[in-house]
């Protein structure tokens, strides 16, 4: 016989599941609604398209020979490559790769981008419903799922990495302030809460690190303003905690990226008009196209502003009403300090704070502060949608906000359907594609390496020129991370290998370690050979701060197991 208490949990279980598919149909139809406009334009081709598309080809080539998680970017440079994978944190490479192996390659940024806003409106769902209603909570998640800033990121930007990381965010966020002890934990204790805050803080670093740098710098401040809240240094410490196992969790790609910064020239990412000071809300430059953009970025960034304002203070009406909780006022809190830091960072007076908070600049635009500021713009919605026939007239503005910021940007976008099939064709015609200024090997400059190249050449034996000595080159094997090939030669010949130089290659000559040498002009690899038939090997290898990132990343999965079944022994220690 069921007793009533197993019979109530079995419905509350059954309501739960339907939520969860309600929210995760509520996401699906928003996004493809984000989308509708691919159906007849073809795809969005913002300013980050073609580099985020050559990633997804080259890596799907790299899986095709063996290479599981790829560390140099073979096509890049047109043939002579970079250490792109090195430095980008892999998430959004790896998913826009798989997707081309399911669906036509000139799909896959539509169902990239619907794939990724289903994520973000059912992670916004899983925020809001720590606080709201169900219903409240679905809306929240529409809201999310085609916020003002992701609407840029589709049509104007095809950034889909840091768009991924959006759609982590709110779940990092939510992950915070359970870990804060903010939020509930349901059937969670704190060392799952940690855990669970760990892996989708990593999950946000190894998406976008710009994201990253944003989200340290947000839940730092919901650690510290939940600790001066409850006058306790418990979630300070937690906090901390979480944060080092979060990032441990991603340093197989952290270290390297920072520690291999000095054999690339990493400062042409803050170039002219790369830099803050640049990309301030409303900000003139010399550069009429830089500006155009910037005042669009910037008025997006001013109704998302001007709507999270008006919806917060009609969500504040409804905390201190009845059916307000201790609770949700202190998550309202929370957010307008979230809010207030996201809108003061993003104008000109933060100059200060940008030029002394570490890494902070390296976000570039501080407009993409928006990413953050989405999350209580949402919430806010949601939450102001609880009053009295507010459903309908929040719904009303929602539309109003996005359908009028996507018709905009709908008709200010670049729409292009031929962007892969182009990259595509010059993989196949063994052209590839041109390379990244900030991924640039040092001491290269990629603009002086020719389009068409060979594999291997035979070069003067005197840099100052001459006539190239005769000499038999065969390829016995060519591919991203290694380079087989055999070269004959009736006297010492110096050989020109299509491959920047870059200390993470390792080069034999018959077996034995060889230091290559650089060209000066465009930084390509060249070989000093004796006559007779040599043997060249060159290998993409494992370099030491690869190894010990690796190591880390597997001490902190065994902390955070070991986190995992401390919470659940715990758990089973309270049950009755």
Avoid at 92 to 109: H, K, R
Avoid at 298 to 320: D, E, W, Y
Avoid at 436 to 443: K, M, Q, R, V, W
Avoid at 487 to 516: C, D, F, H, M, Q
Wanted: aromatic letters at 12%; one cysteine or more.
């Amino acid at each position: 016989m069921t007793s009533s208490t197993e019979h109530s949990d079995r419905m509350n279980g059954t309501a739960e599941t339907r939520a969860w598919w309600l929210a995760l149909g509520v996401s699906l139809g928003t996004a493809l609604l984000v989308i509708a406009p691919f159906f007849w334009l073809g795809s969005a081709s913002g300013h980050d398209f073609g580099f985020h598309a050559a990633s997804w080809l080259d890596v799907a080539g790299q899986w095709k020979e063996g290479i599981f998680f790829p560390r140099w970017t073979e096509w890049a440079n047109h043939g002579f490559g970079e250490p792109r994978f090195i430095f980008y944190p892999p998430l959004s490479w790896m998913l826009g790769a798989a997707l081309g192996f399911v669906v036509p390659w000139n799909a896959v940024p539509g169902v990239f981008i619907v794939v990724v806003q289903t994520l973000a409106g059912v992670s916004a769902f899983a925020l809001a419903r720590r606080f709201l209603p169900n219903k409240a909570a679905l809306f929240g998640a529409a809201c999310y799922a085609a916020n003002p800033y992701a609407l840029v990121l589709v049509y104007m930007r095809s950034d889909f990495a840091e768009q991924l990381a959006c759609a982590v965010l709110p779940l990092a966020l939510l992950t915070a302030l359970q870990l804060s002890g903010l939020a509930e934990i349901r059937r969670r204790s704190w060392p799952r809460s940690m855990g669970s805050f760990a892996v989708a803080f990593a999950a946000v670093w190894l998406s976008n690190a710009p994201a990253g740098v944003m989200a340290s710098y947000s839940v730092a401040l919901i650690f510290a303003w939940v600790a001066v809240e409850e006058k306790s240094l418990r979630p300070l410490w937690r906090g901390a905690c979480g944060l080092a196992l979060g990032f441990g969790l991603a340093s197989f790609y952290l270290l390297p990226a920072a520690y291999e910064q000095s054999w690339v020239n990493i400062t042409q990412a803050l170039s002219q008009g790369l830099q803050p000071a640049d990309n301030f809300l409303y900000t003139m430059t010399n550069d009429p196209e830089h500006t155009v953009f910037n005042w669009i970025a910037s008025s997006v960034a001013a109704v998302l502003m001007v709507m999270t304002g008006i919806a917060a203070i009609a969500a504040h009406r409804g905390t201190i009403g009845e059916q307000g909780t201790d609770t949700r006022r202190k998550m309202w809190r929370v957010l307008l300090a979230l809010y207030a830091t996201a809108a003061i960072l993003m104008i000109r007076p933060s100059s200060f704070l940008w030029a002394h908070l570490p890494k902070l600049r390296f976000m570039q635009f501080p407009w993409r502060w928006m990413a953050i500021l989405a999350v209580p713009y949402a919430y806010f919605f949601g939450a102001a949608s609880t009053r009295r026939r507010g459903t309908r007239m929040w719904g009303a503005a929602m539309i109003l906000v996005v359908a009028g910021v996507a018709t905009f940007l709908v008709e200010n976008a670049w729409w292009d359907s031929e962007d892969i099939s182009v990259l595509r064709e010059a993989i196949a015609n063994d052209r590839g594609f041109e390379g990244t200024d900030e991924y640039d090997p040092l001491g290269d400059d990629h603009y002086n390496l020719p389009e068409k190249a060979p594999r291997a050449q035979v070069l003067p034996a005197e840099e100052s020129g001459g006539n190239a000595p005769q000499a038999q080159i065969r390829i016995e094997r060519w591919t991203a991370e290694e380079r087989n090939l055999r070269i004959t030669s009736n006297e010492p010949v110096r050989v020109g290998l299509r491959l920047l130089y870059y200390p993470a290659w390792r080069v034999e000559v018959n077996g034995k370690a060889v230091a290559a040498q650089r060209a000066e002009a465009n930084g390509q690899m060249i070989l000093s050979l004796s006559a007779g038939t040599e043997r060249i090997t060159a290998r993409f290898v494992r370099t030491a701060d690869r190894k010990l990132g690796i190591a880390i990343s597997v001490v902190a999965m065994l902390a955070l197991l070991a986190l995992l079944n401390a919470g659940g022994m715990r758990l089973l220690s309270a049950s009755p």
